[in-house]
């Protein structure tokens, strides 16, 4: 069969289409030439360990592109032509895929159903074709006990499956829009409870946006959910190599975005982003931006007062006054926030959670432990059973600030002795690590949040040396995810600092708590609550030490302080 690379397929993707509809498509596909390559699959489990029993399948029997089948002499009729729509449709979503990446069977299934509404099918019929079409002749993703395993697509084969199914550019921009789709689709149903499977989607997400979405110029078609799904996502993995690409595409996100709901979503994601990168008059502005068009949308002041976006919004607003050292302000904020009566809806407990949990963090803040340990207690219960089952990430974290408060305060009872709350405190600390360690891996940054809170617990018992074990893997964490200067980093240095400085009260020790507040001092504003006592501290400490000032810090210096590797 004749080349045709000036041809276009003009292939109808949308949902609904006609019988007539594919009949033409169909007759787009036989301008292909060459059959789809056979594709390596890598199958591992999800968890699977170097030697683990990992099998290669690879298809021997499948011809090469542009090659008739031995079985066939003398056929000059390519496979492509016999393609059926679907089954078209899945592989050119799967040769989308980022290539030299575990691709989640669930994924797979995901894609496929998503293909089968597409084009209008319905069944298992086409599942065998899939399966040979992808090389999978010794794997059935479709088989319900392979639903936990991963498998592989190499970059040849990607590429040679692109080369075999594409002549022009309009198919292939088609096929990766409607992935763009399912990648929006998947990323909002999973959010907060499949974190395991977003996180093994991520590089897709990433390598799907940057390598296909910029080269074939699709950012003006892509679907505005995937965009604010994207930057969701990325936002939850804050290392260097993420951050130029989260705010490159949260302005893209705005910048594409048309109708005022559109704006207004694009301006909260954007918002909170950048809280998280600690670029708080930025987060600000955008989040103001938002609370405007809320207001605008509304009509009325009643009507914007009791709108759950707008105080989604105010929410925010109030923890960037948090992040700021601005407690009062955040306080008020968060107590208008409680006045709305759509707020105390059964259906919305969570967002109420949210609420008197960033209450709970200003209380701490501001020393009021009692009225911290309140707001925790609410939060947790606020929360379902439902959510502690499947391990929703808020849960741990309100366990844990809950178990810091604990230990701070005497509760009210003369019955329990200062060890048995130190010993509850400990043990919902534990129970909060495991669910995060399981659901986010060992180096989330919650987990920084549950090694702050044990290091307090040790120095509050003087047990020094355990209390910096703790604090240096909460350091290593942050630092890890946010950079070297960043409000959380401060926190674990600062523990740090009273760790050494209450230590052994030796002149090594000191000087290693004065490094530790130096460091911390460029990572909090200057407006922040928590400066003028840390300079008070590296004040006394230099008193201590003879020492004017501290000169001539560096990188080693700052690692030195986070210690060997876990």
């Not at 679907?86 to 989640?104: D, E, G, K, Q």
Request: proline share 3%; with cysteine; glycine share 6%.
């Amino acid at each position: 069969m004749t080349n045709c690379p000036h041809h276009d397929l003009s292939i109808s993707l949308r949902r609904g289409s006609s019988r007539d509809d594919l009949a033409n498509v169909l007759k787009s596909v036989k301008a292909m030439t060459g059959p789809p390559t056979p594709t390596v699959i890598h199958v591992q489990a999800e968890n699977a360990q170097v030697g683990n029993d990992n099998v290669l399948y690879k298809d021997k029997k499948r011809p090469k592109p542009g090659r008739s089948s031995e079985s066939e002499p003398g056929c000059s009729k390519s496979r492509g032509d016999e393609l059926p729509i679907l089954v078209y449709t899945v592989l050119s979503l799967m040769c989308h895929m980022a290539p030299n990446t575990a691709i989640p069977v669930w994924f797979f299934l995901h894609l496929t159903d998503d293909c089968k509404e597409l084009v209008g099918e319905k069944g298992s019929g086409y599942n065998e074709m899939i399966r040979n079409e992808l090389g999978l002749s010794e794997f059935d993703p479709f088989v319900a006990k392979n639903g936990g395993k991963t498998f592989m697509v190499y970059k040849r084969q990607c590429d040679d499956l692109q080369n075999s199914l594409f002549h022009s550019i309009a198919p292939r921009k088609r096929a990766l829009i409607e992935l763009g789709k399912i990648y929006a689709k998947t990323f909002h149903e999973c959010d907060n409870k499949e974190w395991e499977k977003q996180k093994a989607m991520l590089p897709h997400l990433r390598l799907f946006w940057f390598r296909h979405v910029k080269k074939y110029n699709l950012s003006e078609n892509m679907p505005f959910g995937f965009m604010v799904a994207s930057i969701r996502m990325m936002g939850k993995y804050m290392d260097g190599d993420y951050r130029s690409r989260v705010e490159k595409l949260a302005d893209d996100c705005l910048s594409l975005s048309k109708s005022p709901e559109e704006k207004e979503k694009a301006y909260r994601a954007l918002g909170e982003i950048r809280k998280k990168l600690g670029q708080y008059d930025a987060a600000e502005k955008a989040l103001k931006a938002a609370v405007q068009i809320r207001r605008e949308v509304s009509g009325s002041e009643q009507s914007l007062k009791e709108s759950l976006e707008y105080q989604g919004h105010m929410l925010w607003l109030a923890k960037v006054a948090t992040e700021r050292g601005q407690f009062n302000k955040s306080l008020k904020i968060l107590g208008e926030c409680l006045q709305c009566n759509a707020m105390h809806d059964e259906n919305v407990r969570n967002l109420l959670a949210s609420v008197v949990f960033e209450q709970g963090r200003c209380y701490e803040k501001l020393g009021k432990f009692d009225d911290a340990f309140r707001c925790y207690d609410k939060a947790l219960k606020a929360h379902s059973n439902i959510l502690k089952d499947r391990g929703g990430y808020r849960y741990p974290q309100y366990l844990l600030k809950r178990a810091h408060m604990l230990a701070l305060i005497s509760h009210g009872t003369s019955t329990v002795s200062s060890a048995e709350v130190l010993l509850e405190a400990i043990a919902n600390c534990d129970e909060a690590d495991c669910i995060l360690s399981r659901r986010h891996g060992s180096k989330h940054n919650y987990r920084a949040l549950h090694f702050c809170i044990r290091a307090r617990l040790y120095i509050k018992q003087r047990k020094f040396g355990l209390a910096l074990g703790f604090a240096q893997d909460a350091l290593r964490i942050v630092v890890e995810t946010y950079g070297k200067k960043h409000n959380k980093v401060g926190d674990a240095l600062l523990i740090l600092g009273e760790i050494w400085t209450n230590k052994k009260n030796k002149d090594g020790d000191n000087f290693l708590g004065l490094k530790a507040y130096h460091f911390a001092l460029a990572c909090f504003e200057d407006d922040h609550p928590c400066i003028s006592d840390l300079r008070a501290r590296m004040s006394d400490l230099k008193d201590k030490l003879d020492e004017t000032e501290v000169t001539l810090l560096d990188d080693d210096d700052f690692d030195n302080l986070i210690g060997p590797s876990i």
